[in-house]
């Protein structure tokens, strides 16, 4: 059974950081491509960052445009965890955030991409 569980969210001033992990469990963690998206109340849940698996062929990480240079998502396969530091944190990156997992590769940047989901952890970022 597939599990991915983020933590780390809370609540922090504008202009500051936050570190989000998701751990995995029950898929061979190294070769799926792991992404974050986030869901903001009344908009659709939006693409934030996504990291290749081992078997992505060149493949690098992808950010959406309102979260580059300032998130970083990286990963350790080792204890089959994603991460995504978030720094100068605004008040527009209030949302909760979802990590997810597909068992495939190349730019995939869309939630219909990918197959399993956690729960989400919220994120508030006061002005």
């Known amino acids: 059974q597939v599990q991915l569980v983020e933590s780390g969210g809370g609540l922090v001033q504008a202009g500051g950081s936050l570190r989000l992990s998701c751990a995995a469990s029950?898929?061979?963690?190294?070769?799926?491509?792991m992404g974050w998206f986030r869901q903001a109340p009344g908009q659709e849940r939006a693409f934030v960052a996504e990291?290749?698996?081992?078997?992505?062929?060149?493949?690098?990480?992808q950010y959406s445009d309102s979260v580059k240079g300032r998130f970083t998502i990286s990963r350790d396969n080792a204890k089959n965890t994603v991460y995504l530091q978030m720094d100068s944190l605004k008040p527009e990156d209030t949302a909760v955030y979802y990590c997810?997992?597909?068992?495939?590769?190349?730019?995939?940047?869309?939630?219909?991409?990918?197959?399993?989901w956690g729960q989400g952890t919220q994120v508030t970022v006061s002005s």
């Open positions: 990291v290749p698996g081992i078997s992505s062929r060149g493949g690098t990480t």
């Open positions: 029950g898929v061979t963690f190294s070769v799926y491509t």
């Open positions: 997810a997992a597909a068992p495939w590769g190349g730019i995939l940047a869309s939630e219909k991409n990918y197959r399993y």
